[in-house]
């Protein structure tokens, strides 16, 4: 039965603190209850039940746990009980809904450390929230997202970094840093192959986890963007393997999750990037929204992903940064073979292209966990369309004054030396620049959106996709419902049969 658009389910006014973000629990979730976590801008969490109305908790209450403002609470993939929240404090904890948070302040004992990163537990008496601290970084931790396994998690920062960890067994497996300024989003692809981000340098950014490396970068916004979103139903990956959502639901005990998952997403993801079983045909969508009020939607395809394969290959929808294929003896720029590859155990790098200006390779390195300098060789097919669009862009907003608060040339180098992977000594986090960290504008492909539109009159904060429509949101409070081609008659129906004013938003 539609939903009645004149009558909320539910409706709640706070004082003293707002709601910044919230998620429903998908796994438990019926026609007749919902378990829903809402967290709020002075640091605690509420689960509710707005179909039932009768439970309801209250975590760090006493806001003993952390005194920041919630940025982001997700349920655990595959468990009814437990939550990860996130704080701009740049901590993350593990809860259970079934524990208490305790009356006192928690005492903490190191479970884990490693570059920029470090874990704890909770130490105490009985079995208390939070299960784990994570400190990831410097600054806000702005957002973070589990893969489709639920194995892994991505992580961005204020401080410009994507970091991405195994969740279960709590190890960093590889990091990526903005063209400049904070990250803000981050989202995976349907297979978890590959991860998006958008942020504070106005780019949507593309990176392999399979090979963490940065494959393509997307230049449309205007200005900071604030969320990015895969369509899962445009997103077409031929012989893929469907996604997996295994486990039981018990109980943290000894620091395991008891969720079973069968099939390693490291292991299963590089078996399917090698040459014998790379799909036929690969086409990726996803968008993005910004505070410039506009909406992008991106294609990712073959040439992009696979640029070792033959030059006669389509490129659909996908302009790479010299637009065409560039003619024999000209420079284009080969990404993939400019020197920035990190490839994973079982990965052989491919052979450069022949027509193409490539950079030395760099020694092989581990994955993710140290990455290997340039030796500042660069191709000589620069384009000129990224690089004027790029210094017209930093003339605009220096005309506008536009500070940029966490740009890398204002992060302060504390604890941030152990961010800059590529040398342990002390260095200007900007040196990070040009490395396999974070590519220079020429050396990676440059997409083009499909299209840019202005959808609304204040900065962009919400892109959903469904099945039949995409909603979005802004900061003037509209929610927006943009239905897909075919689908407008339809939608109209629904709408108009449970709107009061017959209209349709």
Same mark, same amino acid.
């Given at each position: ?15 003293? $603190? ?59 993939? @595959? ?31 190191? &479970? ?24 990831? @970084? ?43 300024? @904070? &990250? ?84 299963? &993801?590089?078996?399917? *990037?090698? =040459? ?16 410039? $009020?506009?909406?992008? &939607? ?15 290959? #389509? ?63 660069? #191709? ?44 342990? =000594? ?54 927006? $419902? ?15 049969? *449970?709107?009061?004013?017959? $209209?349709?938003?």
């Amino acid at each position: 039965q539609a939903a009645d658009l004149s009558k909320p389910v539910d409706k709640r006014i706070y004082k003293g $603190t707002q709601p910044t973000c919230h998620d429903f629990n998908h796994l438990t979730a019926t026609a007749e209850s919902v378990s829903l976590l809402v967290g709020f801008s002075a640091g605690q969490v509420q689960l509710i039940d707005p179909i039932k109305k009768e439970t309801s908790k209250l975590f760090n209450e006493e806001r003993l746990i952390d005194k920041s403002r919630v940025t982001c609470v997700k349920w655990v993939p @595959g468990s009814e009980s437990l939550f990860l929240v996130a704080h701009s404090s740049g901590n993350m904890y593990l809860y259970n809904v079934e524990h208490t948070c305790g009356t006192t302040a928690p005492h903490y004992q190191l &479970l884990k450390q490693g570059e920029s990163f470090a874990v704890h537990t909770c130490k105490s008496k009985s079995t208390r929230n939070p299960l784990l601290k994570w400190t990831v @970084g410097e600054g806000a931790l702005n957002e973070f997202a589990f893969s489709p396994d639920g194995k892994f998690l991505a992580c961005v920062s204020q401080d410009g970094f994507l970091r991405v960890f195994n969740f279960d067994s709590v190890e960093l497996h590889g990091t990526m840093k903005s063209y400049f300024g @904070g &990250l803000l989003c981050v989202c995976w692809s349907p297979d978890g192959k590959y991860i998006v981000t958008g942020g504070e340098d106005d780019l949507v950014t593309v990176w392999s986890f399979v090979d963490c490396r940065v494959i393509a970068r997307g230049h449309g916004h205007k200005s900071w963007v604030s969320v990015v979103a895969f369509d899962p139903y445009t997103t077409s990956v031929e012989e893929s393997d469907p996604m997996e959502f295994s486990g039981s639901d018990e109980d943290f005990q000894d620091l395991h999750f008891g969720r079973d998952r069968a099939n390693s997403t490291q292991s299963r &993801l590089s078996k399917r *990037n090698s =040459t014998d079983s790379r799909p036929v045909s690969v086409t990726y969508r996803f968008g993005s929204v910004g505070q410039d $009020t506009q909406l992008c &939607l991106w294609d990712l395809t073959e040439d992009i992903l696979f640029p070792h394969q033959p030059l006669s290959r #389509a490129r659909t929808h996908t302009n790479v940064m010299n637009a065409t294929s560039p003619p024999a003896g000209s420079g284009g720029t080969n990404p993939g073979s400019n020197g920035n590859s990190i490839t994973t155990p079982g990965n052989s790098v491919p052979p450069p292209l022949p027509r193409s200006n490539s950079l030395p390779h760099s020694a092989v390195s581990n994955a993710g966990s140290k990455s290997s300098v340039m030796d500042g060789a660069i #191709a000589s097919g620069v384009s000129k369309f990224a690089t004027l669009s790029l210094h017209d862009r930093k003339e605009r907003h220096h005309e506008k004054d536009h500070k940029r608060n966490h740009s890398m040339g204002h992060i302060s180098s504390k604890s941030s030396d152990k961010l800059n992977l590529v040398t342990k =000594t002390k260095t200007d986090p900007a040196k990070t620049l040009g490395t396999p960290l974070c590519p220079r504008m020429e050396d990676v492909p440059l997409l083009e959106p499909l299209i840019c539109k202005k959808i609304a009159h204040e900065r962009l904060t919400v892109l959903i996709f469904l099945e039949d429509c995409i909603v979005t949101a802004c900061q003037e409070g509209f929610i927006c $419902t943009w239905a897909r081609p075919g689908k407008v008659g339809l939608l109209s129906s629904q709408n108009q049969a *449970n709107s009061p004013s017959g $209209t349709v938003v």
